[in-house]
């Protein structure tokens, strides 16, 4: 079955970075793209971006412009999602999701299992 | 940048309807997403296109989207249905999520 396998939870310094993995299986990794979203405690979901997984090209949401860097192994079926210079404000569940698409929208399906990300000093 | 906003509650008896709204400008030209995320889980697709169930979603949920106000309708509400829930559209080719809606089913 389709599935998304993230890395684990990380507890990382302010002003450290974090590169978070999403190992896809079961379905062809480069004909579907990867987007990344991230959830606060007790927060709402946050978009921040996409990944062309066959071209590598990337657009990102103008907040996190210049700090996340998404990537793919295509070898391996693996996206990655880095994000520099971290502050409290960063701490939340990281999830990678695969784009679903037909000629008329995108949408997301399915989910990673969500990678905790903790910054504290 | 684009908002979408979702009331912040919605509580609904077993067996009854649950509704929950999404307010955008000019939502009604674009197409909608609705993700159901439980307790301690990763969000589940339950409907795109505003109205389309993927395989494995029960017929009681049914979406509309119109003017400025997208909707999801969970109809004979379960008590597993009981879960937080999110709009998704796109601005352009950037995605943008609405607020969130917790459904509370008692």
């Known amino acids: 079955q389709v599935q998304l396998v993230q890395s684990g939870a990380e507890v990382k310094k302010p002003g450290a970075s974090v590169k978070v993995s999403c190992k896809a299986s079961?379905?062809?990794?480069?004909?579907?793209?990867i987007n990344w979203v991230r959830q606060a405690p007790g927060q709402g979901l946050e978009w921040m971006g996409w990944?062309?997984?066959?071209?590598?090209?990337?657009r990102y949401t103008q907040k996190f412009q210049g700090r996340v860097t998404l990537t793919r192994n295509s070898s391996t079926s693996t996206a990655y999602m880095e994000l520099t210079k971290l502050t409290s404000d960063d701490t939340a569940v990281y999830y990678c999701?695969?784009?679903?698409?037909?000629?008329?929208?995108?949408?997301?399906?399915?989910w990673g299992q969500g990678t905790l990300v903790t910054v504290s000093s | 940048s684009y908002e979408l906003t979702q009331p912040p509650s919605v509580s609904v008896s077993p067996g009854q309807t649950a509704t929950i709204t999404c307010s955008g400008d000019?939502?009604?030209?674009?197409?909608v997403c609705w993700y159901q995320q439980r307790p301690g889980q990763s969000p589940v697709l339950v409907l795109y296109?505003?109205?389309k169930r993927p395989s494995g979603i029960p017929e009681r949920f049914s979406g509309s989207n119109s003017g400025n106000t997208a909707t999801l309708t969970i109809s004979d509400t379960q008590v597993t249905d009981e879960a937080d829930y999110y709009c998704?559209?796109?601005?352009?080719?950037?995605?943008?999520f609405g607020t969130g809606t917790k459904v509370t089913v008692l």
């Open positions: 998704q559209t796109w601005d352009i080719t950037l995605g943008v």
């Open positions: 000019k939502l009604g030209h674009k197409y």
């Open positions: 079961g379905y062809s990794f480069t004909s579907y793209d």
């Open positions: 999701l695969r784009v679903g698409y037909d000629d008329y929208s995108h949408w997301f399906d399915p």
């Open positions: 990944m062309n997984t066959n071209s590598a090209n990337t």
């Open positions: 296109q505003s109205h």
